[in-house]
């Protein structure tokens, strides 16, 4: 079994930034897209960014221009840099490696997940 260890997150006045990491094991990390999700409290737990292996991304509507995701093959490590920060982010970052659906072409996670890594903005 694989193993995700996210961190880097904390409490930040809205504006701000903060830059997540995710290193994973090798078995997880290895040729899969990989992805960041979050959830807040009472909702789904929704994709906001992926990342391919070859280093093609993706982003949720809510984040596209603010937030950056990025992957260290070498390190087998996926970051996200998140930049103007906004209270409605506020939420448990997780990351975990993505299938892709062969019919809709759309990702699916595949269930890895980590413990997460708390962002709050406030101010």
């Known amino acids: 079994q694989g193993e995700l260890v996210e961190s880097g997150g904390g409490l930040v006045q809205p504006g701000g930034s903060l830059r997540l990491s995710c290193v994973a094991s090798g078995s997880i990390f290895s040729g899969n897209p990989m992805g960041w999700f979050r959830q807040a409290p009472g909702k789904w737990r929704e994709l906001v960014a992926s990342?391919?292996?070859?280093?093609?991304?993706g982003y949720a509507p809510s984040v596209k221009g603010r937030f950056t995701i990025s992957r260290d093959n070498a390190k087998n490590t996926v970051y996200l840099q998140m930049n103007s920060l906004k209270p409605e982010d506020t939420a448990v970052y997780y990351c975990?490696?993505?299938?892709?659906?062969?019919?809709?072409?759309?990702?699916?996670?595949?269930?890895?997940w980590g413990q997460g890594t708390q962002v709050t903005v406030s101010s």
């Open positions: 990342v391919t292996s070859t280093g093609s991304t």
């Open positions: 975990d490696a993505l299938g892709i659906d062969g019919e809709s072409g759309n990702y699916y996670h595949l269930g890895y």
